[in-house]
């Protein structure tokens, strides 16, 4: 009798732990929806965005003036602060994304934003080098707003 009783309490267990993460896991795929949703309809949506999504249409925003003073050749009067520090520490809309192949490709961009921010001679070729570092990061974690990103090469 003590037997099937302790039996009958494991198998409540199995279950519980069961339940338990596989809420977990539709918890996960949950922000993975919502993530790849955010990555689908960008900027223009008046959603919850998450720190990194806040960061990134501040981003696209400051890249989109610089790309016109570029164009009007007028750099030198650029006053753009262009601090993008918390790129590495902004709470993104899918934790996943937060890998070492994130950091990687993040300083990769921050470095490009440095030579960016020192308005050097060739500053043409560096943004678009800068560019094309948000179209990496972009291919891999979040490929909704690379149609948009493309058109900022010049
Ligand atoms: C290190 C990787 C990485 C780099 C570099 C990067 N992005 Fe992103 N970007 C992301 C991720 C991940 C998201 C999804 C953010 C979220 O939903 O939390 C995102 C989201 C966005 C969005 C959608 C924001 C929204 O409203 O949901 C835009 C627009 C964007 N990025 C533009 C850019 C531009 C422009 C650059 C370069 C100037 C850039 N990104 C560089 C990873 C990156």
């Known amino acids: 009798m ?6 009958l309490v494991l198998g409540l267990i199995l279950v519980l732990v069961a339940c338990s993460s596989g809420e977990e896991e539709a ?3 949950k922000r993975k929806a919502d993530s790849l949703a955010a990555c689908e309809k960008p900027v223009f949506d008046e959603y919850k965005a998450s720190e990194l999504a806040d960061l990134m249409r501040k ?15 007028r750099i030198d009067s650029l006053d753009l602060s262009m601090d993008y520090s918390t790129l590495k520490t902004a709470t993104p ?15 990769a961009y921050l470095f490009n934003v440095g030579k960016l921010r020192e308005r050097p ?3 043409q070729e560096i943004f678009n080098t800068t560019v094309t570092s948000c179209l990496t ?3 891999q974690f979040c490929p909704g707003p690379m ?7 010049l």
């Open 59 to 73: 981003m696209d925003a400051d890249m989109r003036i610089y790309r016109e003073h570029l164009e009007k050749g």
């Open 93 to 107: 809309t899918d934790p996943t994304v937060k890998t070492d192949v994130f950091a990687g490709m993040a300083d």
């Open 2 to 7: 003590a037997r099937n009783k302790s039996l």
């Open 147 to 153: 149609v948009r990103i493309r058109k900022l090469l």
């Open 137 to 139: 990061c972009h291919q």
């Open 121 to 123: 001679e060739n500053a």
């Open 27 to 29: 918890d996960a795929e």
